[in-house]
């Protein structure tokens, strides 16, 4: 098949037209820069097949009209896309009539070829399905001998390049250079009358001085590269006949995203007329975690097979007790992956000339992933029915969910919840070139009022008060939450804040109740202004500098937040009083997957990283007893690997040169008599920076009552022992140890109660519940039990089988109160499948199932 520099015929001259360069109209031309990776995409024969089996409902699309690629196409181009392309080929008919009969000198161009696979090799880009040649069989040997690599197009004599004729679109990585042609159509190249331009332009609105328009004359004895690494740059390869192949670099700086290319021909006369070319196919241009220059460089090769290239991985779900890694297709080379992050990014209001900025385009990213108004790739949603979209936990990758997005106009897909956030905004930072990666933090607090405490109210009964005295207390403690790391250089802030930045993408509790109630006039790209949380720097986390961009008060809060209670007291104030609760509840885990390994059977691949976001004290938090009465018997009977390998790694954190213990943030918070002259300095901010920058995140209002505490003589201890282990099923028993240490006779009133919850903690229903007032002996012990059999919560448990455990129990005669929760999860039975036989396609297969 003859090459596009071998054609004999070519698109017409026209004075600044915007004809392709085959004279087809393009079907989506997007306001980023023309997106016309989405027609690469529409005529990828992978997606197509795709297609035609099963649509992104899992349904045969096959049987019905409109499966075949044609009508997917059809479908992908929506009402705005269709309105856009009238106007173009109205502007391409008022530019063939204003040049009609109108002769020129100009050269006339007959092809430009771009080398996709070939430059996508030297990118490490090849893997990406819209640069592969679907028309053969990659692995051919007359397609390896038409794929040279760069070296050896460096090297060739002739102009014998070959490409082919099949849809593929170049994804190359800035920081490094790339080859391309151009074919003359009637004449060679005569420098001493011909002037031509390379031209590359970003966005609806290309400036020079803004970096998204970029002019690049060709110069003949050009042969090596004279700008500064950081602007673009051409050098002349080889000039043979109608022939001039170049080398263009790519600044570590450029905007990424769809570059539209263009070739300008004019003469050397003043004010003669200028013809331009537009090249058939726009091209990717991707961040370049391979580059030094570039702000996402990673300078280690295994991370980068794992944060970067390696599209498969796994999102921890479950239960501080017993976290379970979930496997996930990322996808992030499929041919879907690249046209929705595009497309999301111009939904996101984000400014082109930005879109260089790895820190502006996760928080973009973040921002327009979950759906807001109409705008934004998944809807969420935690609880009830999911019979209009798409169950949470049915989704195995992200190329169904571009699938669906694209397919319907770019409307929100339903249902996400955070694990699907945090997996698909990996999937796109991936495909754009962001190392990346999803951690899970298990018992999460989500604070929605700015105090780093979730709180919780009860009545005089013990009971849960939905919403708090006034009904807008949205705090809440969820079993588990994912979010998404992203790795990048952070130089908007002081130095030491590199490396890992959390980014969160699930929308906050309070913003997904209003977003159904907000104004329409809101309605648009800015409306998605409050979901944005990060990049906030993982190491800015850990120290407890929460004043740092972006958004790190509410990740800090995440994982750090004090779980506050309170009850009911026609003695205090202000109605409650405080009741001590175990203080450290929150963060007990933070997990990923560890680079280079991958367990389908069990999670040997898991990776504590806990430490990155958290500073222990001098023994584990397991084995501390909290400021109230409740202990956690939390390690009683655990074996887990992740805990103990980190209680034996990261008990002792000290100072250089110094065996003087770090205090936390916590620490300070807690603590206002805390006398920092005890300490070393860190990093040159002290107690009372770190005490200031933790109040100033509070509200004034709210940190009096919340840290308001009363001396009372606490001489009965209570143990609430938390389950490990409870199988689908089987009754289980709730239990707190009670006893009386003083040398007096006391009083116990104690609640204790189970419901069953959606991993967000949210309740759905009353398990059980136990009551009970005795009299304690001085020295002597009690057990309070709670029994929940298998006919009490068969027909009352929600999606996960998550089950939430609240005690509360207060001393009559010293007024001591105590509380405490905890979470756990139903195990259910392991299914087995064994495949009988051979299986052949379009057979029947025997297939052997069984529970473990």
């Not at 596009?4 to 037209?17: D, H, Y």
């Not at 896309?81 to 020129?104: H, I, N, Y």
């Not at 019979?387 to 969910?401: A, F, L, Q, R, Y």
Request: proline share 5%.
């Amino acid at each position: 098949m003859s090459s596009p520099l071998n054609q004999s015929g070519s698109p017409g001259m026209l004075r600044r037209s915007m004809m392709n360069q085959q004279g087809s109209p393009t079907l989506l031309r997007h306001s980023m820069s023309g997106n016309s990776g989405l027609n690469n995409l529409a005529n990828s024969s992978g997606f197509a097949r795709r297609n035609a089996d099963q649509d992104g409902m899992g349904n045969n699309a096959s049987a019905r009209s409109g499966g075949n690629s044609a009508a997917y196409r059809a479908s992908l181009v929506s009402h705005y896309a269709e309105d856009l392309d009238r106007r173009r080929r109205a502007e391409r008919a008022v530019e063939e009539k204003l040049t009609d009969g109108m002769p020129s000198d100009n050269l006339k161009i007959d092809s430009v070829e771009l080398f996709a696979r070939d430059n996508a090799r030297e990118h490490r880009t090849d893997r990406y399905e819209v640069v592969l040649d679907s028309g053969r069989d990659i692995g051919s040997p007359s397609t390896m001998a038409r794929s040279r690599s760069m070296t050896n197009m460096a090297s060739m004599t002739s102009m014998d390049y070959h490409s082919s004729s099949s849809p593929s679109t170049a994804v190359l990585r800035r920081g490094q250079p790339f080859f391309m042609a151009v074919r003359m159509k009637d004449r060679n190249f005569d420098p001493r009358r011909d002037v031509l331009r390379a031209v590359f332009t970003f966005g609806p609105n290309p400036q020079v001085t803004k970096g998204s328009k970029v002019v690049l004359p060709f110069h003949m004895n050009q042969r090596e590269f004279t700008r500064a690494p950081q602007k673009w740059d051409m050098r002349i390869h080889q000039q043979e006949g109608f022939n001039i192949s170049c080398q263009v670099h790519i600044p570590a700086n450029a905007l990424v995203g769809l570059w539209r290319v263009n070739i300008e021909t004019t003469t050397t006369t003043p004010g003669a007329r200028i013809d331009e070319f537009r090249c058939k196919d726009d091209i990717y241009v991707l961040f370049n975690p391979f580059c030094r220059e570039d702000c996402v460089y990673l300078d280690d090769e295994e991370l980068r097979r794992e944060y970067l290239m390696n599209d498969t991985g796994k999102v921890f779900v479950g239960t501080h007790h017993r976290p379970k890694g979930r496997r996930w297709i990322y996808g992030q080379f499929s041919d879907v992956a690249l046209p929705a992050a595009q497309l999301l990014l111009g939904q996101s209001g984000l400014n082109p000339t930005e879109r260089g900025n790895p820190v502006q385009v996760v928080r973009a990213i973040a921002s327009i992933i979950n759906a807001n108004e109409g705008f934004g790739l998944l809807e969420g949603k935690w609880e009830g029915s999911f019979e209009d979209g798409v169950c949470p936990w049915v989704w195995t990758g992200s190329s169904k969910i571009f699938e669906h997005y694209l397919r319907n106009g770019s409307k929100p897909v339903k249902y996400g919840q955070c694990w699907v956030f945090a997996a698909v905004a990996t999937s796109i930072f991936r495909a754009l070139g962001i190392p990346s990666r999803p951690v899970t933090n298990f018992v999460s607090a989500r604070d929605t009022n700015h105090t780093l405490s979730v709180d919780k109210y009860f009545d005089v009964f013990g009971d849960e008060m939905k919403g708090g005295p006034d009904g807008d207390n949205q705090d809440a403690l969820w079993n588990f939450h994912a979010w998404t790391e992203v790795w990048m250089s952070r130089p908007d802030l002081q130095t030491g804040y590199n490396g890992w930045q959390a980014v969160d993408p699930t929308p906050p509790p309070q913003c997904r109740q209003n977003s159904t109630g907000a104004d329409p006039k809101s309605r648009g790209p800015l409306a998605v202004e409050g979901f944005r949380r990060g990049p906030s720097s993982v190491e800015s986390v850990r120290r407890g500098e929460i004043g740092f961009a972006f958004d790190t008060p509410y990740l800090f809060a995440e994982i750090n937040a004090e779980v506050t209670h309170f009850q009911e007291d026609e003695t205090s104030h202000w109605g409650f009083k405080k009741i001590p609760v175990n203080n450290y509840q929150v963060g007990r885990l933070i997990l990923t997957k560890r680079p280079g390994a991958d367990d389908d059977v069990s999670d040997a691949d898991v990776e504590d990283i806990t430490g990155l976001y958290k500073t222990l004290d001098n023994t584990s938090r397991y084995q501390r007893q909290s400021d109230g009465c409740f202990n956690s018997l939390f390690n009683q009977g655990m074996t887990s690997p992740y805990l103990e390998r980190r209680d034996r790694e990261r008990d002792v954190i000290q100072y250089p040169g110094t065996s003087v213990r770090r205090p936390s943030a916590m620490d300070i918070a807690r603590k206002p008599w805390y006398d920092e002259s005890r300490y070393p300095a860190d990093s040159g901010k002290t107690a009372a920076d770190r005490m200031s920058a933790m109040n100033a995140a509070r509200s004034v209002d709210r940190a009096q009552p919340i840290f308001d505490s009363r001396t009372l003589n606490e001489d009965v201890q209570f143990d609430l022992v938390e389950q490990e282990k409870v199988a689908w099923g089987q009754p289980f028993n709730v239990q707190v140890l009670i006893q009386n240490r003083s040398q007096e006779t006391r009083t116990i009133t104690a609640y204790l109660c189970a419901n069953s919850v959606y991993y967000t903690g949210v309740t759905a229903r009353r398990l059980g519940r136990s009551d009970r007032q005795f009299v304690l002996q001085p020295g002597s012990r009690e057990t309070m039990q709670l029994r929940i059999s298998w006919e009490e919560y068969r027909e009352r448990v929600v999606d996960y089988g998550h089950i939430k455990v609240f005690a509360m129990a207060s001393v009559q005669e010293t007024k001591q109160s105590c509380s405490a929760e905890d979470d756990f999860q139903l195990e259910k039975p392991k299914l087995d499948i064994q495949v009988r036989g051979n299986p052949q396609i379009g057979q029947d297969a025997a297939l052997l199932l069984s529970r473990s």
